[in-house]
């Protein structure tokens, strides 16, 4: 059977930080409710080790995102912890991650992860300078930044990741070089680099808008990445994907790399999303199921090929634990149906993001052989300007450049103009 990955989303933070657009809330008082519902979510949708004719599903990977999961008491986790544990066929050495905002933590929790299984802490530290914080509206202080890292390790965590953000109103290059050397001196597994972008709604975008700040061009913004991948790739740490570098392979996050290669995942949780391949029978039955989604312009599939499922819960925690009041299902899902072509550009464009590139023995297979012709002159020219090249070798792969994926954008566009 193949394997899943499984993703926990965590709805709650104390307070909005300044740049963020995500689902979340501070009503902590529904918390227990939040997690009773989340257990029913998942027996829900799953099955129990032990039911006839239906083996849980395998998962390697457990990952509790939000939100800031590290509101979650000790309880909840284990709670949570127990359910999928009951419900997947858990892999021994599972990767079990939980994002954690270091102004929540202190050493009897991150301890108590521990005890309980969690084996990587991918912690939001977004940078060491005082100033960047506030303008990001942090809840944390860098010395708690500094002191979650310590105790993280102190407790036997040795997969830690830290999160930090470039691109900042007024950032030079010199203050992010900086904020990198601090980073480096806690020579942790993981460092996800994430450029800052201005989201509608937000806080920040309300400043900008006042013209209270500057934000860095597109020149200053490439500027800042490539110096990223340079800096980090001479001090051990490999670009393994357009955002997140890992000291070797084997501290690259395994439960991303699913996402990037694009192995099914559940995901549980006010609007979590999941992504699942259906067969050609439940293909069937899925086509009848979307034709409503037609009517909106959706892609039916058509192909007789593994079909891709997306599906989301409601982006609402009340409404989310409303939904499972005396009632076997909940979450309120939708989904959508992606089409050939939609799947392949998918493919492409997750693999673009990263160094293995896209395969194009999968591309000939799911698209046709004359398919791939039509994207041959498009690889040949990204290669004449030195941003791709085709990997060497019996699997054949197409990757990016450093170059290239500092134009990643503009050359997702370029292959879904011919695939679309
Ligand atoms: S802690 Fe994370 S999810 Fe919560 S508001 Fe800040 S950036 Fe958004």
Not at 280 to 292: G, I, L, T, V
Request: charged share 20%.
């Amino acid at each position: 059977m193949s394997e899943v990955s499984v993703y926990i989303h965590v709805p709650f933070c104390l307070k909005k930080c300044s740049y963020c657009d995500f689902y979340s809330t501070n009503a902590l008082s529904v918390l227990p409710a939040y997690v009773s519902s989340l257990q029913r979510e998942i027996e829900g949708r799953t099955s129990l080790s032990g039911t006839p004719g239906k083996a849980p599903k395998k998962t390697g990977t457990i990952y509790f995102g939000g939100g800031t999961p590290s509101l979650l008491p000790l309880e909840s986790v284990e709670k949570i912890l127990e359910t999928i544990y009951a419900r997947y066929q858990v892999s021994q050495n599972a990767e079990i991650t939980v994002e954690v905002n270091p102004g929540t933590v202190d050493e009897p929790y991150l301890a108590g992860l521990k005890s309980l299984g969690v084996n990587r802490l991918s912690i939001g530290v977004q940078s060491f300078d005082a100033h960047k914080i506030k303008v990001l509206g942090r809840i944390h202080t860098i010395e708690q930044s500094i002191e979650a890292i310590g105790v993280a390790k102190s407790v036997g965590f040795e997969n830690i990741g830290l999160d930090l953000i470039y691109g900042t109103p007024g950032e030079t290059r010199e203050e992010w070089i900086k904020d990198l050397k601090m980073a480096l001196k806690f020579k942790v597994a993981h460092l996800s680099c994430y450029m800052l972008t201005l989201e509608s709604g937000t806080p920040l975008q309300a400043q900008y808008k006042k013209g209270l700040f500057q934000l860095p061009g597109p020149d200053m913004l490439t500027n800042l990445f490539m110096a990223t991948a340079i800096f980090l790739e001479q001090h051990g740490y490999e670009h393994y994907e357009i955002s997140n570098f890992a000291r070797g392979k084997q501290n690259r996050s395994r439960h991303n790399s699913n996402y990037w290669q694009m192995i099914p995942y559940d995901g549980f949780g006010p609007s979590a999303h999941s992504f699942d391949l259906l067969s050609s029978k439940d293909q069937d039955a899925q086509n009848r199921d979307a034709r409503n989604k037609d009517a909106q312009g959706r892609n039916i599939m058509k192909s007789s090929c593994l079909s891709l499922v997306r599906s989301w819960n409601i982006a609402d925690v009340n409404a989310y634990i409303t939904s499972f009041d005396g009632s076997a299902g909940g979450g309120v899902r939708e989904q959508e149906v992606l089409s050939l072509p939609q799947q392949m550009l998918e493919r492409v464009m997750l693999g673009l993001r990263t160094s293995d590139g896209f395969d194009l023995t999968e591309f000939e297979q799911l698209m046709g052989p004359r398919f791939l012709q039509k994207i041959v002159p498009l690889m040949a020219r990204l290669e004449a300007q030195e941003l791709g090249r085709v990997t060497p070798g019996t699997g054949k792969r197409f990757v990016l450049t450093l170059s290239g994926r500092a134009r990643l954008d503009n050359i997702v566009e370029a292959f879904a103009d011919i695939i679309l």
